[in-house]
């Protein structure tokens, strides 16, 4: 597509739920990632994808994260029993890693309320 | 590990005038590349100016410049002739070759009519 695409925009979930994040890239980019950003923070980094490469989870904060990408593309956040301190909002950008100079685009996010 | 350090938490600016944000950052890698986000309400993180760098000249996108010292590890951001809609967080970022981006703690601008 012409972006990088995130669903839902919104989730309002109880917590103790699990819920799942989408995130659509850029056709052909080969590298995916998801940050979190809290009320008026920087951006956490979570978790990134590179092509067939085993992935890098070392900024997932608990093992009730966890994230897969499929066929190289569509990539799903999922947390598990819900805490009110993931509240935040979920950013995925992708890129292309033969041109590391240009950054990376992000999607417009999903706003995470667990209440 | 790279760490990118943003130290104004705020800055406001009258329209049209001139704002300058400071960015330094800390590595060991010789090949990396340098970044201005900007993130207004609407969520959207937006690529302002990019830095490679090997290079020396400093990058300028319109009424975005930076000022990239890189022997002080320091890359600052000017907004000439402040705009209303430039009101945003501004990220800096940093990223070596290979590697993921890693951002600053933002610094929000206000533009003052």
């Known amino acids: 597509g012409a972006g990088v695409s995130q669903s839902p925009s919104n989730k309002v979930t109880e917590k103790g739920k699990d819920v799942e994040l989408r995130c659509d890239p850029i056709s052909g980019h080969t590298a995916l990632y998801w940050y979190r950003q809290s009320l008026g923070q920087g951006l956490e980094f979570l978790i990134y994808f590179q092509g067939n490469s085993a992935p890098d989870k070392s900024g997932l904060p608990s093992d009730r994260f966890s994230a897969e990408r499929t066929g190289g593309s569509v990539s799903t956040l999922t947390i598990q029993r819900t805490q009110q301190e993931d509240s935040a909002v979920y950013l995925c950008?992708?890129?292309?890693?033969?041109?590391?100079?240009?950054?990376?685009?992000f999607g417009s996010g999903t706003r995470l309320t667990v209440v | 590990a790279q760490t990118v350090t943003q130290s104004q938490p705020e800055m406001s600016v009258q329209e049209a005038e001139t704002v300058t944000l400071s960015c330094t950052y800390d590595t060991s890698e010789n090949n990396y590349y340098l970044f201005w986000y900007k993130q207004p309400p609407s969520r959207q993180m937006i690529l302002v100016i990019r830095?490679?760098?090997?290079?020396?000249q400093n990058a300028t996108e319109n009424r975005f410049s930076v000022n990239f010292q890189k022997a002080a590890k320091s890359f600052s951001l000017k907004i000439s002739d402040s705009q209303l809609g430039d009101t945003a967080m501004y990220f800096c970022a940093f990223k070596a070759a290979g590697n993921k981006l890693t951002f600053g703690g933002g610094t929000r601008v206000l533009v003052k009519p």
């Open positions: 950008a992708s890129s292309l890693e033969a041109a590391p100079n240009y950054g990376y685009t």
């Open positions: 830095q490679e760098a090997y290079k020396q």
